[in-house]
């Protein structure tokens, strides 16, 4: 596609449940970011994939969070056991390459709400 | 305090009206300064970027930064109900975690026809 593709785009889940968001970047974009947007919090780093490793995980919140990229390309986010306060938005970006000038793509984002 | 700083509003104002939407900043590292605009239900998406004090222009867009102050802004002239939409200011630091965006809260603005 065009751009950076999510799904689901919402996603409701009960309190203790697993969930998985995908995200596939923009085709050849090496670079792969996921980031939340809660209200209070504004968008946060959570990390960051070159390739398919993941050099920063810094902004992970818990060890509830993990995530995994393949083949360069799709990458999953995991969330286990989730909690209410994992409501959010949570959004990938992908850049061809990274340093200051590269430019980030954002898909549309998964909403996700744990009742 | 959080590394950047950013008024959340609401700010609404009438079509045609100038803008100035701000933010400040506390660390000295960040080098690279830029607005996104996100409208609802969507994705942000990259309006403008500049790496020096002073202004930038792009159409009725201008970005402004003030290093010595830490200080960046947004002027959009000529507002038009079109640019109803979430701005978040967002900066890049110069050291080795350039590829990271650290974000204000985004501010929502409404231009009233």
């Known amino acids: 596609g065009a751009g950076v593709s999510q799904s689901p785009s919402n996603k409701v889940t009960e309190k203790g449940k697993d969930v998985e968001l995908r995200c596939d970047p923009i085709s050849g974009h090496t670079a792969l970011y996921w980031y939340r947007q809660s209200l209070g919090q504004g968008l946060e780093f959570l990390i960051y994939f070159q390739g398919n490793s993941a050099p920063d995980k810094s902004g992970l919140p818990s060890d509830r969070f993990s995530a995994e990229r393949t083949g360069g390309s799709v990458s999953t986010l995991t969330i286990q056991r989730t909690q209410q306060e994992d409501s959010a938005v949570y959004l990938c970006?992908?850049?061809?390459?990274?340093?200051?000038?590269?430019?980030?793509?954002f898909g549309q984002g998964t909403r996700l709400t744990v009742v | 305090q959080k590394e950047v700083e950013q008024d959340p509003g609401p700010l609404s104002v009438p079509e045609g009206a100038i803008v100035s939407l701000n933010c400040t900043y506390s660390?000295?590292?960040?080098?690279?300064f830029m607005w996104y605009r996100q409208y609802s239900r969507k994705g942000p998406e990259l309006l403008m970027y500049?790496?020096?004090?002073g202004n930038k222009e792009d159409g009725r867009f201008t970005a402004q930064v003030d290093k010595s102050s830490k200080y960046i802004s947004l002027f959009i002239r000529d507002s038009q109900p079109s640019d109803s939409a979430t701005y978040l200011c967002a900066i890049k630091n110069s050291g080795g975690s350039n590829y990271k965006l650290t974000f204000g809260k985004g501010t929502l603005l409404t231009v009233n026809p």
């Open positions: 660390n000295s590292a960040f080098q690279y």
């Open positions: 500049t790496y020096s004090s």
């Open positions: 970006a992908s850049s061809l390459a990274v340093g200051l000038n590269t430019e980030a793509f």
